[in-house]
Every structure is written in structure tokens, then in C-alpha cells.
């Protein structure tokens, strides 16, 4: 049970610690939270942790089979910075047009559970992140290729994500009264937000640092807290 209890928590701290960096989901979290309220930035943020846990639970199980769709995962990478793209341009005219106020693809009449699990699937990003984490915990033991393990695994995984959206959704709360409800200056935080995060994806791409070579090479994923989360682990790495 212990070893459970400690797949479930190594989850959750990897999910939770890696939802934190800027990007495209949680930026967008924040801003619905800002100019929609908490219900509607609460419904995107559990639909993007749909799409996320399945794509988890692909790369427990189907490993094999995701390698083989990396041709898609590149179009889709493609298709993602086409997204973050419009989603900067979309700030840019609210904060240059006072009436609009909000992102009109963000606050779109789609609902936003379903919003945030078409935009969490058309990314990619999710994918080699995680084949590098199962890697790693795969080959240090703590993980084994068993059904339970996997549970417990992508529940840790969706309760980290669900707490890493909360961060967001109530700091884009924070946010928005620190500024005194200014709409303009919000929109044009968010809109360069998202415009720096274009242009990282995009030199990625351009050095080839992509989603189909991270895949093909899970091992070289290097992860900043990943001494944090396995001390004992890595002392015995480096002995």
C-alpha cells in the first residue's frame, strides 16, 4: 500500500510542479478567470485534464503505438502554435479595443470544458513530457508495468493538474483585483504571455527540439526538480 501511496504522490508532485511554467493552457485558464469568472475557467480547466490523463494512460499502455503517431503529434505541434498565435492576436485587438474586452476565442460559446479539452488535445507538448517521466520512473523502479500502479499513477497525475489549474484560475482572480478590474492592461499581459510563448515553441521547432525527436529520445528530458521529487535516487545515481 505504501508503495501506492508513494506512485500516487509522485504523480501528483510531477504534474502538479510541471503545470506551474507559463503556457498555453494555464495562461488561458487564467485569462477565462479573468474575464468569464471562476465557473467557466474551472470547466476548462477540468476539461483540459481530461484530455491530459488520457494522453497518460496512452503512454502507459500503448507506448509502442504513440511512438507511431509521431507524425501526427508534429502536425498537431503545427497546428498548437497556429493556436497560441491567434490566442495573442485575439488579446492584442481586446486590449486595442476597449468594447471587445474579452478574447473572443476564449470566450467563445463553446463551452469551456469542451474548449479545454480540444485545446489540451491539439497539444502535443504533454506527450514527450510524460514518456520522459514514465521513463525515468521506469527505469528507476518506482513504477512497474502494472494496472494498479497505473491507476494510482494517472490519479496522482489528474489531482496535481486539477491543483496546478487552481494556482491559475486564482491567481488570474488575484490579478484582475490587484489591477483594479483594468481590463486593457490584463489583455495586453496575457497577449505577450502567449506571444512569448509562440516564439519558444516556434525556435524549438526550428532546432528540431520538437515533439517527434522528444519522443524518440524520452531520455534526454531533463526535468528541473526531478532531484527534488527522487533524492534518494539520484544519491545513488551519482555514487
Do not use: C
Not at 51 to 65: F, G, N, P, Q, T
Not at 94 to 119: C, E, Q
Not at 150 to 164: F, K, Q, V
Not at 209 to 222: C, F, L
Amino acid at each position: 500500500m505504501m508503495k501506492l501511496i508513494r506512485i500516487l504522490f509522485t504523480g501528483l508532485l510531477i504534474s502538479f510542479l510541471g503545470s506551474l511554467p507559463l503556457g498555453t493552457l494555464n495562461v488561458a485558464i487564467m485569462q477565462i478567470s479573468i474575464s468569464d469568472g471562476l465557473m467557466p475557467a474551472i470547466w476548462f480547466g477540468l476539461g483540459s485534464l481530461t484530455s491530459e490523463v488520457v494522453y497518460v494512460r496512452l503512454s502507459l499502455i500503448a507506448m509502442d503505438w504513440v511512438r507511431k503517431q509521431k507524425k501526427i503529434f508534429s502536425y498537431l505541434e503545427w497546428i498548437t502554435l497556429a493556436i497560441v498565435v491567434a490566442l495573442a492576436i485575439s488579446s492584442f485587438y481586446a486590449a486595442l479595443h476597449p468594447s471587445v474586452k474579452k478574447n473572443v476565442i476564449l470566450s467563445s460559446t463553446l463551452h469551456r470544458y469542451w474548449l479545454g479539452l480540444f485545446m489540451s488535445a491539439l497539444n502535443p507538448v504533454q506527450i514527450p513530457f510524460w514518456f520522459g517521466w514514465s521513463t525515468v520512473l521506469f527505469t528507476k523502479g518506482i513504477l512497474q508495468p502494472h494496472a494498479t500502479q497505473y491507476n494510482w499513477y494517472t490519479l496522482g497525475i489528474g489531482t496535481g493538474t486539477l491543483l496546478g489549474n487552481f494556482v491559475f484560475v486564482f491567481g488570474g482572480l488575484l490579478l484582475s483585483q490587484k489591477l483594479n478590474g483594468n481590463q486593457n492592461v490584463l489583455n495586453w499581459i496575457i497577449g505577450g504571455i502567449f506571444l512569448v510563448t509562440a516564439i519558444i515553441q516556434a525556435i524549438k521547432m526550428m532546432r528540431h527540439k520538437d515533439v517527434e525527436h522528444r519522443i524518440d529520445h524520452p531520455e534526454e528530458e531533463q526535468h528541473d526538480f526531478e532531484s527534488v521529487l527522487l533524492p534518494e535516487e539520484r544519491k545513488e545515481q551519482n555514487k
